[in-house]
């Protein structure tokens, strides 16, 4: 409902750095812009299983003034989910205009701009796990992007990061992205403080890991 107030709410919002960072992450995993009016403004949408609802709840704290409602919780195919959607604004125009072609979800060529650690971390939250601790490698499940988009954030994170990956074939039509076992560390250390944060997402990160 567009009320006056919501109205006049929406005339006080804007981005901010960090906000804008999450919001990247969020865009290269499983959060999603949608629009009601053709492409003039978009609302974010963000949903995961009950069993993250304190990530949920972190996001939330994260975009707050941008959410008329508390997380709720709902049913689907009899299993139970948590989520939240912004309100519809130009600001989120921008990033719907580079992730989405076609209504299809891309990753932009300029991500470099666009991505930092906090992103990174956001992205491992949503798509990301370890692949055992024998291996010590760290899996962010990229599916749905073509290769030559992800060969493209290999480089970013290489000259961002320092992170050495591989793409590795899942059933003849996806592609998963790996931290190389020499670059587990640093991946490590760029995630630890936002993942290591949040109880149910500790996780995915090594138990070798210190503590903070």
Request: aromatic share 12%; hydrophobic share 35%; charged share 25%.
């Given at each position: ?76 195919y009899g ?122 997402m500790q996780?995915k990160l ?7």
């Amino acid at each position: 409902m567009n009320t006056r107030a919501i109205s006049a709410t929406k005339d006080t919002l804007y981005l901010t750095k960090r906000q804008r960072e999450i919001l990247v992450g969020l865009l290269l995993g499983d959060g999603h812009l949608e629009t009601q009016n053709n492409g003039r403004t978009y609302r974010l949408k963000v949903e995961h299983a009950i069993g993250q609802k304190d990530y949920v709840d972190w996001l939330y704290n994260e975009f707050k003034e941008w959410v008329h409602t508390v997380p709720h919780v709902k049913e689907k195919y009899g299993r139970r989910y948590v989520g939240f959607t912004t309100y519809s604004h130009g600001a989120f125009r921008f990033y719907a205009q580079q992730f989405y072609v076609a209504k299809k979800k891309c990753i932009p060529k300029f991500i470099k701009k666009l991505l930092s650690g906090t992103g990174v971390a956001v992205w491992f939250m949503d798509d990301g796990s370890l692949k055992s601790e024998r291996h010590r490698t760290y899996i962010i499940h990229t599916l749905g992007y073509e290769r030559n988009e992800l060969e493209l954030v290999q480089e970013v994170l290489q000259e961002l990061f320092n992170l050495e990956t591989r793409l590795h074939r899942q059933k003849d039509t996806y592609w998963r992205l790996y931290i190389s076992a020499q670059s587990a560390r640093t991946f490590e250390q760029l995630v630890q403080p936002i993942v290591k944060s949040i109880p149910s997402m500790q996780g995915k990160l090594s138990n070798t890991m210190p503590k903070k």
